[in-house]
């Protein structure tokens, strides 16, 4: 049987007040919000997501270029304590940039656009430079942030097996030709989740967290120092496991770690468990 309330709002049986929730696309002031979350944590009625995307959030990447789901078919059933979410992301949405309400088509931008991008990412101690230059000529040209659709690239079919306070999670991706990598993204709000640990000792907060930095440690966790609910995920053989945070007032927030997988991959399954200290 399908439980409509279900599909909206899971408690998370072992922590008081903490629930998983399912959010349609377009929900949101971020320009992040165009695309199809994932699970997001709610504790009361305060949603913790702000621009994170969701736990098990599948995303394709064409060359530098990803391509996000903007909108899924999904259904969930509940027995004997148990939720079973599935849904298959439909994988059409592409990072753009406009100019004045008008889309910027110029190749070269966009290579430009990457390159900086690339630089951002493995070298961090360029990235506080590039952030802010970043946000200075935006403003200054009138540019911002869209998503827009493309042909459907196939379905990410998804599950989510909740059990007390653990997700199961298992996607299957679709062959698409031109596949660079595929990543799994697990992110919450950054104003929320603003510090880092890991099995090795490591524990850092704020902008000391990086925006993209990968993880050797068996397993990393980011903690709500607010409410004290911890996140935690382990390192999969075969993937590449990252960590990130940014926030940058009315433009990002988000905290997350995300698995980095070869191309061919077709199936992927890990777990994230959920705890309050």
Known sequence: MLFRYMIERYPLLSIHDAYL??????????????????????????DLSEEGIGFGLPVLKLGLQPVFPGSWRMSAKENNGLCLIKADFEMNLRAGTAR?????????????RDAFS??????????????VSSRILKKKLDMEEIFTEIPNLGFVKASY??????????????????CTELIVLNEQGANWFDAYQDSTGLILKGERIGS??????NYAS???????LVFTLKRI????MFRGRELVADSLAW???????????????????????
Do not use: C, M
């Open 21 to 46: 929730k399912t959010l349609d696309a377009g929900t949101g002031r971020f320009p992040t919000s165009r695309i199809q979350k994932g699970l997001v944590l709610e504790i009361g009625d305060r």
């Open 100 to 112: 004045r309400g008008k889309i910027i088509t110029n190749g070269l931008f966009y290579l430009a």
């Open 118 to 131: 690339k630089i951002h990412r493995e070298h961090p101690r360029f990235r506080k430079w590039i952030s």
């Open 161 to 178: 097996l909740i059990s007390d306070s653990r997700i199961d999670v298992e996607l299957r991706f679709p062959k698409v030709g031109g």
């Open 212 to 217: 993209w930095n990968q993880i050797e440690a």
């Open 222 to 228: 980011f903690v709500d120092s607010v409410n004290g």
């Open 237 to 240: 053989e075969g993937a590449k």
């Open 255 to 277: 905290s997350g770690l995300a698995y980095v997988l070869p191309p061919l991959t077709e199936k992927f399954a890990y777990s994230i468990e959920l705890e309050r200290t």
